[in-house]
């Protein structure tokens, strides 16, 4: 990795690569709210342009960290810093970042927990808890009957085999978030496969952040 | 995943092998990767631990803020009781590294980029010295992952929960574990060093001037590493901690998670919170703005 800090540099850069994935691509614009300790002393350590770094899609040991808050702005993705105080019980090294595509918008917590390791803790305001030490489906769905088991028969059918399950939502009846960890990431038709069911709204893959 | 040393040392001895060599069997038994592709990341890891102390020796780097630097040059100038000895390697490779680390240049985390001089400062420093194959490196690298894997689950591996114990100390004891796996040690003396370098590292608070990686950071991979050498001296001679290592490491749970907030890298305590310490960090953070470098 490059340096100085693996938990306000490192983990910092995948909360930027986790959040990319999410969006679908380069955001064209992002806010990038820095909380507790990654407010406090992110800025000698990096932490803006590791986030930054993240975003334009380079892992933690890519030098180009080091200026990559310059080959933002070259590569027309307009950022935004602002200290936070986020509400609720945070790591103190989190952060939240909304990012802007055209008409996509994503919004993710991200804690740096040590190491370089991080959580992914809340998308789009839905409770998640996401390593990205192995590839995910994040799907939107319907809080229907049967919602899982269409989409676990779905994936069984293309061959995904899955590690862990976690579904979450706002509120009863409205839409619900399911983060499907798997062994292997899984092809393109087995994202067209479950964007097909009914009740499924969005399908995002989401590749390992931890190498 | 390993949770204890105490149970890695007994299987590794009913086994009939090194600490290194079982971390690496369990880690091919967790069916995520292969022994090729675990060796592979492992030598990569080595390149480019030699990579970062070959780049921070020469001493003409600076830290971000400017704090930091040359330093490890100034240990080829024999001028201590010590110089030009393994004790020196060890003492300028940590450094080194660190300096690297402070420059934002490429390093590997071991455990993090805060302790990361240790390891590489240890291991090169004795392969420099002795007929170490980059093989048994491979197996040093898989004895400090178990150690690091097992404090992360027992205690924890972030300045910012349990203070600088939990970096330095954690990276002491990962180096001090593979310098005796490297050096042909058993597995139960490469546990007594484990515990060794953590019980001479408990309860180092982390704080860094204006919260950056840089003092006294770069200072404490060297004495983290002086550390471990020690440590490793002592197991290897048969001298066994009374405390088993894993009780050690919890020991450094426990008190991590009754650490202070000052003291875990909120720059509020410690050496952060000197009148010099503070006079240092107002100076040069007001410079990196200047600078341009960050926003």
């Known amino acids: 990795m490059v340096g100085p800090s693996s938990s306000h540099t490192a983990g910092a850069c995948r909360i930027g690569l986790f959040s990319r994935a999410l969006l679908g691509g380069q955001p064209s614009r992002a806010l990038i709210e820095l909380h507790g300790s990654f407010a406090r002393t992110g800025q000698g350590h990096g932490t803006d342009r590791a986030i930054a770094?993240?975003?334009?899609g380079f892992r933690p040991d890519d030098e180009r960290l080091r200026d990559s808050l310059e080959l933002a702005a070259e590569a027309g993705l307009e950022i935004t810093f602002q200290n936070a105080k986020l509400r609720g019980d945070h790591h103190p090294n989190t952060a939240r970042l909304t990012l802007?595509?055209?008409?996509?918008?994503?919004?993710?917590?991200?804690?740096?927990?040590?190491?370089?390791?991080?959580v992914i803790t809340a998308i789009d305001d839905f409770p998640v808890d996401i390593t990205g030490t192995l590839p995910a489906l994040v799907v939107v769905a319907g809080d229907q009957p049967g919602a899982v088991a269409a989409i676990t028969t779905t994936l069984a059918g293309q061959g995904g085999n899955i590690a862990t399950i976690k579904v979450s939502r706002r509120q009863k009846g409205g839409n619900a978030i399911h983060i499907y960890e798997l062994d292997e990431p899984v092809g393109a038709e087995a994202l067209a496969a479950l964007l097909a069911l009914p009740r499924v709204q969005s399908v995002r893959a989401i590749g390992r952040v931890d190498g | 995943m390993m949770e204890s040393l105490n149970d890695a040392v007994t299987m590794a001895v009913e086994a009939g092998c090194s600490l290194g060599e079982l971390a690496l069997r369990q880690e091919v038994a967790q069916g995520l990767r292969t022994r090729e592709e675990l060796e592979s990341g492992l030598?990569?890891?080595?390149?480019?631990?030699?990579?970062?102390?070959?780049r921070g020796l020469p001493g003409d780097l600076r830290s971000v803020s400017g704090l930091v630097g040359g330093d490890a040059a100034k240990?080829?100038?024999?001028?201590?009781?010590?110089?030009?000895t393994l004790f020196t390697d060890v003492l300028a490779n940590a450094l080194a590294v660190q300096e690297v680390n402070a420059a934002m240049g490429v390093i590997v985390a071991a455990p993090t980029a805060g302790g990361a001089g240790v390891l590489p400062g240890v291991l090169l420093g004795l392969a420099g010295r002795a007929d170490i194959s980059d093989d048994q490196l491979v197996r040093g690298l898989a004895t400090?992952?178990?150690?690091?894997?097992?404090?992360?689950v027992r205690a924890s591996l972030s300045g910012a929960e349990g203070g600088c114990q939990a970096e330095t100390g954690a990276a002491a004891a990962m180096a001090a574990g593979a310098g005796v796996e490297v050096l042909g040690g058993s597995p139960a003396m490469a546990a007594h060093a484990v515990s060794l370098a953590m019980q001479g590292t408990l309860g180092l608070v982390c704080d860094p001037l204006g919260g950056l990686v840089e003092i006294p950071c770069v200072f404490r991979n060297a004495t983290g590493a002086a550390i471990a050498l020690a440590a490793i001296e002592m197991a290897l001679a048969g001298i066994e901690f009374p405390i088993p290592a894993d009780e050690v490491i919890d020991t450094m749970g426990e008190i991590g998670r009754s650490m202070d907030v000052r003291y875990r890298e909120t720059a509020g305590g410690g050496l952060a919170a000197t009148p010099t310490g503070r006079r240092l960090a107002k100076e040069r953070?007001?410079?990196i703005k200047r600078s341009g470098k960050a926003t």
């Open chain 1, 53 to 56: 770094g993240g975003l334009l």
């Open chain 1, 100 to 118: 802007w595509h055209g008409e996509r918008q994503v919004t993710v917590v991200g804690s740096s927990i040590g190491a370089g390791r991080i």
């Open chain 2, 43 to 54: 030598r990569r890891a080595l390149h480019v631990m030699r990579g970062a102390v070959a």
């Open chain 2, 75 to 84: 240990l080829n100038r024999l001028t201590g009781p010590l110089s030009g």
């Open chain 2, 144 to 152: 400090a992952g178990l150690v690091g894997a097992v404090v992360a």
């Open chain 2, 285 to 287: 953070l007001v410079q």
